[in-house]
């Protein structure tokens, strides 16, 4: 549940300076502390930077509506989790804060910074969104991260993961970019054609690294066998793993891996989407749907690009099925004595008609059932037309297992490890957690 992503995955992944915060350390703050003091005016704490101008334009008409003043704290994405995890740690939490994945949020909403939507969406509210959406941002009873099962979190967008392509690019080399390859096999083609044209082939950052994988893994897998190898019932060394991790090993071989190697750290995700959206020195990189308000907002004059997900593997044996679940959206700190305002504005934003400001604004996918996505923009309509082959995966993979992924993803970009030497060390990681 990037930077700017989360998916879901979104996220993505952020990075890792909020996500290994342990829970023992955050509560330590002290489980009878209250989050912000009472004031006059709500404060959000926003990690979005394709989304802040929408967000704060919802602000000021709730202001205007209502007369409750909210303030968006506008941190980030390269440092929303070091502010939160301070914050939390001098008991100064925001009333409600943006809630990315769920591996960066589970420390947080264990050590009670985040109120229990359970029984709210239980009527109406709930009622009011995309199945999968609900689905995906709920912790199930045997979740990895050993949370009280509930929902912590409510969203405004229904996103998911797949490739972005530059129609110019494709289109110098007789490529067209509105017709998605049929195969994985195809696409290694075209971004053969894209690097002898001089252009970066392909790229992702190393934080999507297991979006990456956990999309292509849907191709061998069920949901239910996903799920299965998250919560250590299933090896990772199955012959359906084995076979995912090969994608990148095919990818390096075929030398289309733009650079040769992803790019880590806070800022490997913003580094990818520079040098797709403002230096278009990349003709594809896989990203989240949220990449689209990014590039909005960072690169206003390049809109010719497109979407589709991430190609079916030559030899799959399932339907492929994209990563999505949980965008953008928001948690209410329960300690704060602005809780229950809090809790108002957020129904309100994620209502269908701000839903509907949220979807023309940014762009995005909306997760609210009665909001059309027929207006979705030309360059999400490829990912759309398949946004009901979301994968309904109940759990994540644990923050440990995520960890040693996404490294064993670059060592193979590397040529450091093999795939069984990675496979080894996912089960290693899943026993040790």
Known sequence: MRRDHTFLSRRGFLGAVGGGVAATALSACGSDGSGSSASSEIVFMNQSRGQAA??????????????????????????????????????????????????????????????????????????????????????????????????????WETPALGVFVNAKLYEAVGLDPDQAPASMSEFIDQMRKIKKSGKGPFWFATSLSNQVIQSYASNYMSDDELNATFVGKQSWKSEGWRKTLQLVVDLRDAGVIANGSLPSGTTDNPTVEKAFFNTQGVAAIFDGTSAVGVARATAPDFTDFRSFPLPKADDGTQTPRMVGGAAKGAAVNPRSKNAAEALKFLKWLTAAKQQQVWSEGVPLIPSARAVSDKKVPEQLTGIAAKISDIQLVQNQILEQVNTALQKGTQALVLKERSVDQVLGDLDAAQKSA
């Open 54 to 155: 929408t967000l704060k334009k919802l602000a000021r008409q709730y202001t205007q509506q209502t007369g409750v003043k909210v303030r968006i704290d506008d941190v980030g994405p390269t440092d929303f989790l070091t502010k939160l995890q301070s914050s939390s740690q001098s008991r100064n939490m925001p009333d409600m804060y943006s809630a990315v994945d769920g591996h960066s949020m589970a420390p947080y909403y264990k050590a009670g910074w985040a109120k229990d939507l359970t029984q709210e969406m239980k009527g109406a509210w709930g009622d009011s969104f995309r199945p999968a959406t609900l689905k995906t941002t709920s912790f199930g009873a045997d979740n990895p991260q050993h949370l009280k099962p509930g929902v912590y979190s409510a969203h």
